[in-house]
């Protein structure tokens, strides 16, 4: 069984630019969810994709977008890059949306973005 | 909005000794609870989980009740090894479904021979 992965595992943008993370999701899930986490915090939620729509997103701006594809892979994209938007990007599936299993995730590796 | 408050690290023990990591919680209506468990070099594993107050998660010898009179969920482990160093993050869902967790800030745990 594949785990979820995470390309690129590392990347250095520069300010405005933009970028896209990618995301394989667990075989046989078809949520993903994405997470932000800062140095020294905790993973914060930016947003969730189920069966290729939006669904619940966090405190994000507009510029931080996404999509999911019928095999569940998904993509980050990121505009008008920030300082502020460095930080390690984990994408986490799950194998369905809501009910017993609400919560339990399996996490990527992440992506590292530094911001210059 | 929801919040989770958890010990500040590193904290570091001794192996075989007693681990409690404290975390507790804000949130309104009835948010599941979680433990997820970063080892190094890893991503975040799911490390147990609690759905109602007074339940009791619990694995790989690891342990923590939902206490909702003090909105209480503290991890607990009799004996620890030093394979359970890592980062552990405290979490809670929004209790609306889906998969929107909030997390606290983790502690580093570092067990020493």
């Known amino acids: 069984e594949t785990g979820v992965t995470q390309s690129p595992t590392h990347l250095i943008k520069t300010r405005g630019q933009q970028v896209t993370l990618r995301c394989s999701s667990q075989s046989g899930h078809n949520t993903v969810s994405w997470y932000q986490q800062a140095l020294g915090q905790g993973p914060q939620f930016i947003f969730q994709?189920?069966?290729?729509?939006?669904?619940g997103r966090g405190n994000f701006p507009p510029r931080f977008s996404g999509l999911q594809f019928p095999n569940y892979s998904s993509e980050l994209n990121v505009n008008a890059l920030e300082l502020d938007d460095s930080a390690l990007y984990l994408c986490?599936?799950?194998?369905?949306?809501?009910?017993?299993?609400?919560?339990?995730?399996?996490f990527g590796e992440g992506s590292r973005l530094t911001v210059l | 909005g929801n919040s989770v408050t958890q010990m500040e690290g590193p904290v570091t023990l001794s192996e075989e000794a007693f681990l409690t990591i404290n975390c507790t919680y804000t949130?309104?209506?009835?948010?599941?609870l979680f433990w997820y468990v970063q080892y190094p070099g890893e991503g975040l594993q799911l490390l147990l989980k609690?759905?109602?107050?007074?339940d009791k998660g619990s694995n790989k010898g690891f342990e923590a009740t939902y206490r909702k009179e003090t909105t209480s969920f503290h991890l607990e482990k009799g004996s620890v090894q030093v394979s359970d160093s890592a980062v552990y993050f405290c979490?809670?869902?929004?209790?609306?479904?889906?998969?929107?967790?909030?997390f606290g800030t983790g502690t580093q745990l570092k067990v020493e021979l």
């Open positions: 609690a759905t109602k107050a007074d």
């Open positions: 994709y189920y069966r290729e729509e939006e669904n």
């Open positions: 986490a599936s799950s194998p369905g949306f809501g009910g017993i299993k609400a919560g339990e995730l399996f």
């Open positions: 979490a809670l869902s929004d209790g609306g479904g889906g998969n929107k967790l909030t």
């Open positions: 949130a309104t209506g009835y948010p599941s």
